[in-house]
């Protein structure tokens, strides 16, 4: 008798397991309800020896006087339009998933730009923001902004980029987010 209640424990544990899985797998991919753990430790588990990261958050006014300042925004949108350039000029494909063609064929820019979630990494020299801005509905990049210090402006660092067979610097939005060091 012992053996089946142990074996309906087991059962009972494993659905559980299961259905909590699936759970946070359709929350990371919906990109509702915060992060996850597999989260948590991807973006801890490649920093620098000589840094902490934060927990992600969604994006505070913190986060938008950092990703929203008009330097970063402005040099976010040149890096795009950087990629977009070289992409033609030698078949990168870094944001070729972006629609930035309108329906006339006339190239366009950027029309949208929202700060979604971040994590900072506190440094020696500073605080790195790494952070996600949806550019399309459902397509984002993965920025890092560095900031010397409380009363310094934030700069612009770099945007996160993949090979282009796994969608270059375009991420999903809801991706985990993840240290970069480049």
């Known amino acids: 008798m012992q053996s089946v209640v142990d074996v309906a424990k087991s059962a009972t544990n494993t659905v559980v397991s299961g259905a909590t899985n699936l759970a946070n797998t359709a929350v990371s991919y ?5 992060h996850s753990h597999a989260e948590e430790h991807l973006h801890k588990s490649t920093l620098p020896p000589d840094s902490t990261a934060s927990s992600v958050k969604k994006v505070d006014s913190e986060g938008l006087a950092v990703f929203e300042d ?3 925004r402005h ?12 992409d033609v ?9 972006l629609d ?24 020696p020299l500073g605080v790195d923001y790494i952070g996600e801005i ?6 984002s990049i993965h ?9 310094n402006t934030p700069l612009f660092h770099s945007i996160d980029t993949r090979p282009s067979e796994e969608g270059g610097a375009v991420f999903k939005t809801g991706e ?5 060091d480049y």
């Open 100 to 123: 930035l063609v309108g329906p006339d064929g006339i190239k366009k820019g950027i029309s949208y730009y929202h700060p979604l979630r971040y994590f900072t990494v506190t440094r």
């Open 143 to 151: 920025v890092r902004v560095h900031k010397a210090g409380s009363g």
């Open 75 to 86: 040099e976010v949108l040149v890096k795009i339009n950087k990629l977009a350039h070289e």
């Open 30 to 34: 919906t990109g509702l309800g915060g």
């Open 70 to 72: 008009e330097g970063v």
């Open 176 to 180: 985990p987010l993840g240290w970069f």
């Open 134 to 139: 949806e550019i399309e509905e459902g397509k």
């Open 89 to 97: 000029k030698h078949g990168l494909k870094e944001v070729a998933s």
